[in-house]
């Protein structure tokens, strides 16, 4: 072999020689960036799985949530049912009972269904007074129980024994008699004599007679005036001397 041939041997030999190990790094860098995609991909992989993995959990515990919250809503909506039907059965029988109740009072007279359709507590007839023991007439209590129904609609103080202390002024006043008039006193000699239930004068009658009852002779009207007249001076029907005196065991006092 010539010379240049070997020198061209050598220098392919050389060649070769500087290429294998370049070839071999190369292989050995595709291979470890194959690895390292390949271990990233096994990662982000794995990732996944847990998320779902996760995410199935979640939506079976969500799942059991619902139905536990469906059980209750459910049982809720029954107690709910079962209160409400205790509810109007408790209702229905309180109803009852009252109607019951206020028949009994309508027909003891003890309660009055007036003229207007109100029912208004009045004193019960046969209700002994204090002060002569006589009783009450059933009349009287149904006048009585007619003027108060007027009387509250127009704001009338209500107390809780009203009934009883107008019983009381007619009683002694009058006796129950709604014709009744006084033609001795100081009053009948001035031409003004007290007449009615309530025994007002005549010019008192007027000035406290409400529109509608200004009849002399209507013993509702004749209640509604003298009420009207007593508060107005003495602040309630209570504190009318006469009553007040008459249930502190006293004489009554004409008022």
């Known amino acids: 072999m010539s010379e240049v041939g070997v020198l061209g041997a050598l ?3 050389l060649d070769d020689a500087i290429d294998a190990p370049l070839a071999a790094d190369s292989a ?5 960036g194959a690895a390292t995609a390949l271990a990233a991909a096994a990662r982000m992989h794995g990732g996944n799985v847990l998320a779902l993995q996760k995410a199935i959990t979640t939506v079976r515990a969500s799942m059991t949530y619902d139905r536990d919250v469906s059980a209750a809503l459910a049982a809720w909506r029954a107690r709910q049912q079962l209160d409400e039907q205790r509810l109007l059965s408790a209702v229905a029988s309180a109803r009852a009972t009252s109607q ?24 019960k007839p046969g ?33 809780s024994d009203d009934a009883l202390h107008l019983a009381i002024i007619i009683d002694h006043e ?43 002779g209507d013993p509702v009207a004749q209640i509604i005036a003298g009420a009207r007249y007593g508060v107005n001076r003495y602040g309630s029907l209570a504190q009318i001397p ?11 006092r004409p008022y």
């Open 11 to 13: 220098a392919g030999a």
């Open 28 to 32: 050995l860098t595709a291979h470890q």
């Open 100 to 123: 019951l109740a206020l028949a009994a009072e309508l027909e003891s007279g003890l309660r009055v269904a007036t003229s207007d359709g109100q029912v208004v507590t009045s004193i």
């Open 127 to 159: 209700t002994t007074l204090p002060g002569t023991g006589r009783p009450v007439s059933k009349e009287v209590s149904t006048w009585i129980a007619e003027a108060l129904a007027v009387l509250y609609k127009t704001g009338f103080p209500r107390g």
């Open 174 to 216: 009058s006796a129950g008699r709604p014709t009744a008039i006084n033609l001795t006193d100081s009053n009948a000699l001035k031409g003004d004599p007290s007449f009615g239930l309530m025994q007002t004068i005549g010019a008192t009658f007027r000035a406290w007679a409400l529109p509608g009852y200004q009849l002399k």
């Open 242 to 252: 006469g009553v007040a005196a008459v249930l502190a065991g006293q004489p009554y």
